[in-house]
């Protein structure tokens, strides 16, 4: 199962643990190194080399050994590119891990790996510290061009493009179909009309909760709190991200209502310590009418091996948005992007490699084959893929926010965002004075000069 | 980066007992031998721990940029450390290690002293109990901190299931700040007590018998015994479990990482917490490793402070 950081999903790491993974890894990488010595790579305009070996960096995308998505993806390339080799080097699922281990690689010099898939988040800190090639410098504007709208300008920093988007992700509603069918309700496009339904379901069907998402002190909660304060009209920043603007009422607005989802009990208080797993197993365990998550949430929660529940039960849509506003609400925007280690010595295959995973062939493969939302709009659209998932059919209904990681102290932001609305959630602070910390520290975090500061 | 180093200085120790009625001379030439064949283990130990602590210090009093290739290092400076001090974060990590140290330290100290005298009594099946008790003490500290998770977790925890059986409600013990703070104190003292009763059981089965002879004589309680006999013996080895665990409590890292990335908000960030944020999250090597050195300078501070509440020097047994 995919997550956004998912600290309690895998195994956590002690801070030495860390280091020895980050030395394995390092040396992981090194062997596959020595395997690729030899392979030369010819030919000189972008992406048109034909023979050599590349290491792959990449955190487990779905499925596990022969149906592995990435050896799937691999073994197809190969089959189209039969002198490339590619070597896959498993990453870390935990995104910080995974982003702490290829920052010292790089940044120590390394040429391996020459490619890794990166969260989208990441263009802006990785562009800054030179830690991936600026690809819009290798690739025409036509190849950027074929991907859906919005996602080429998330993977842009200072003008330059740094990451080809491999596949997206968003936020969904999931809802209990049998129920609200058998209480005569329809799929909330508000957040007041969702919080009365729960109510309604949970006093009569005697069902232990209504709504869980994700409340942890963690990125996951920015991405939630991101689509509230979108639907009630806030932005975290302007548009240059100069100024924080979290001292606004859209944003006491969007505070205050989550947690009242809390203090009215149609969420568990215990959501202020869940994660992705967590929120989607209580809502697979049968325990809860709605559920917030990410595209993985469908089959997931239809899958009997994980989960109770039956596509006769479980129904998708667009997350609702706020008493007044225009439906749908805003889903946040995750997934990944590919990025090429500008001190590779095979950037021409390195470009093959992800000029390939941005094709047709293989776009379809993540899409039908593993339900991931695609990013290349004409393989999204396509009828094929639409009528493969009921996700991938409300894909083109839903309305997109990013995350502001246009500022290369993204993560500093974050953390100033998610600590204190995870505070807010707590009941430890009210929304305002909460908020205004958050304004806080995110003035700081977007005027430091080192990162973010603390 | 809390790692105290006391390797150095140590071969001296093969020059340090010659056989008795040997020349000056030969003693210089066994000393310099010393010092030869312990060169290699040395100059590894300067490699792989004094290189790397040096190096942070440096890292803290400089501007940091970790880019592509390596760290660019510019000017000398001390904005690391004063955006540490301008920051609510800092000081409240510090505040939160500072008091997280003493009172996990305070209570593993009484229960493990008391865990002591009781095995020290014991005749029969001492070696069992003892390996019972190292059991949460052999364990490593990320298996503890999941099992404590699925204890303290919200919704299918142990004790909320308890807590609700005996109608008390819905505990949500990692999610709310007071409860989050004492439930991670709980794990720590549940797994470190045993270490503490370890190490004070050595230190009483050294302790000379006739003197508890004497005091019997004199017609002493057993309380007086041990407030006045037991105690101030045992004062070296007290010293030494405190040291210890002051300088692992102090870099407190496992548990909120695991049971709460430093959450509710950020009620359980430690100081490594926050240092390994700044530097692997936000890629601030410098604010990084001034929390680091910072927190290696406190952590000495302290163990010196409480050496001298004891008044020993390690090593220095009976005073």
């Known amino acids: ?44 305009s972008g992406g048109s080399a034909t023979s050599g070996t590349i290491v792959w960096s990449a955190s487990p995308i779905a499925g596990s050994g022969a149906t592995d998505t990435r050896t799937v993806l691999i073994k197809a390339f190969e089959k189209a590119y039969p002198k490339i080799k590619v070597t896959l080097v498993s990453a870390s699922t935990n995104t910080d891990t995974n ?56 993977a842009t920093y ?11 992700d968003q936020g969904f509603l999931y809802y209990r179909k049998d129920l609200l069918a058998k209480y005569h309700l329809a799929v909330p496009k508000t957040w007041e009309q969702l919080e009365s339904e729960a109510k309604q379901i949970q006093s009569k069907a005697g069902i232990k909760y209504g709504f869980v998402w994700e409340g942890d002190s963690y990125e996951g909660l920015t991405c939630d709190f991101m689509e509230y304060l979108t639907d009630a009209g806030g932005t975290v920043t302007n548009s240059s991200f100069t100024k924080a603007t979290l001292d606004s009422p859209a944003a006491v607005r969007a505070a205050t209502f989550m947690r009242s989802l809390i203090t009215s009990g149609v969420t568990p208080n215990a959501v202020t310590t869940f994660q992705e797993p967590q929120a989607m197993n209580v809502f697979a365990a049968g325990q809860s009418v709605f559920l917030r998550n990410w595209d993985y949430g469908y089959s997931y929660a239809t899958t009997p091996a994980t989960s109770k529940l039956t596509t006769s039960q479980v129904g998708v849509a667009p997350l609702p ?13 995750g997934g990944w992007n590919l ?3 500008p001190h590779s010595k095979h950037i021409n295959l390195d470009l093959t490699f992800i ?52 500022t290369p102290n993204y993560p500093a932001l974050s953390t100033a965002i998610y600590t204190n609305v995870n505070a807010i959630l707590a009941g430890s602070v009210s929304p305002s004075a909460g908020l205004a910390a958050a304004q806080n520290q995110a003035a700081s975090a977007l005027t430091s000069t080192s990162g973010g500061g603390l | 980066m809390t790692t105290i180093s006391s390797a150095a200085g140590q071969p001296a120790v093969t020059a340090a007992a010659p056989p008795a009625g040997r020349p000056d001379v030969n003693r210089r030439k066994l000393a310099r031998m010393g010092w030869i064949f312990a060169a290699p283990a040395l100059i590894f130990v300067a490699g792989v721990t004094i290189f790397p602590i ?17 760290f660019v290092m510019t000017g000398v400076t001390g904005a690391n450390y004063s955006a540490l001090i301008h920051a609510a974060v800092w000081r409240y990590a510090l505040g939160f290690t500072i008091v997280y140290t003493i009172i996990t330290v305070v209570v593993e100290l009484v229960l493990g002293t008391a ?3 009781v095995l020290e009594r014991l005749t029969a099946g001492r070696g069992w109990m003892m390996a019972l008790l190292l059991i949460p003490w052999s364990m490593i500290t990320v298996i503890n901190a999941e099992l404590w998770g699925y204890i303290y977790e919200g919704t299918y925890g142990a004790l909320q299931a308890i807590f609700q059986a005996i109608g008390l409600g819905h505990p949500n013990i990692l999610g709310t700040s007071t409860p989050a703070i004492i439930g991670m104190m709980v794990a720590d003292i549940w797994k470190t007590t045993p270490f503490v009763a370890i190490i004070v059981l050595a230190g009483l089965v050294m302790l000379p018998g006739d003197i508890y002879e004497a005091a019997e004589i004199d017609g002493a309680s057993g309380w007086y015994t041990f407030w006045h006999v037991t105690l101030p013996l045992l004062r070296p080895t007290l010293a030494l479990a405190v040291m210890f665990r002051v300088l692992q409590a102090f870099g407190l890292f496992d548990l909120p990482y695991v049971l709460t990335g430093g959450g509710p908000g950020t009620a359980t960030t430690s100081l490594a917490v926050l240092g390994y944020d700044a530097m692997f999250k936000n890629l601030d090597f410098g604010g990084g490793a001034a929390v680091a050195t910072s927190t290696a300078l406190l952590v000495l501070l302290g163990c010196l402070l409480s050496l001298r509440t004891f008044r020993v020097q390690v090593g220095k047994e009976n005073t």
């Open chain 1, 158 to 168: 200072k003008g330059q493009v740094y990451g080809s988007p491999l596949f997206e």
């Open chain 1, 99 to 154: 982003r702490a281990t290829l920052a010292t690689t790089i940044s120590g010099g390394s040429s391996t790996p020459d490619v890794f898939m990166g969260d989208v988040i990441w263009p802006a800190q990785f562009g800054a510290h030179q830690l991936a090639l600026p690809l819009s410098k290798y690739l025409p504007a036509s190849y950027f061009g074929k991907f859906a709208p919005g996602l080429i300008q998330g």
């Open chain 2, 115 to 117: 865990i002591a005298l």
């Open chain 1, 1 to 44: 199962m995919r997550t956004v950081t998912s600290r309690r999903s895998i195994w956590p790491r002690s801070r030495r643990g860390l280091c020895i993974a980050a030395v394995a890894a390092t040396g992981a990488i090194a062997l596959a190194a020595c395997g690729s010595s030899g392979g030369g790579s010819t030919g000189s």
């Open chain 1, 355 to 406: 000029k390939w995973l941005a094709s047709t062939q293989a776009q379809d493969i993540l899409a039908e084959k593993y339900s991931e939302i695609p990013t290349v709009e004409s393989v999204r659209t396509s009828s094929a893929v639409i009528s493969s998932n009921p996700v991938l059919a409300i894909v083109p209904k839903t309305r997109l926010v990013p995350r502001p990681a246009g």
């Open chain 2, 54 to 70: 040096l190096y942070s210090v440096v890292m803290s009093l400089r501007n940091v940029n970790a880019t592509g290739n390596g």
């Open chain 1, 321 to 333: 948005t706020f008493q007044g506003e225009s439906y749908p609400g805003y889903s946040n925007i």
């Open chain 1, 339 to 341: 990025y090429i280690n």
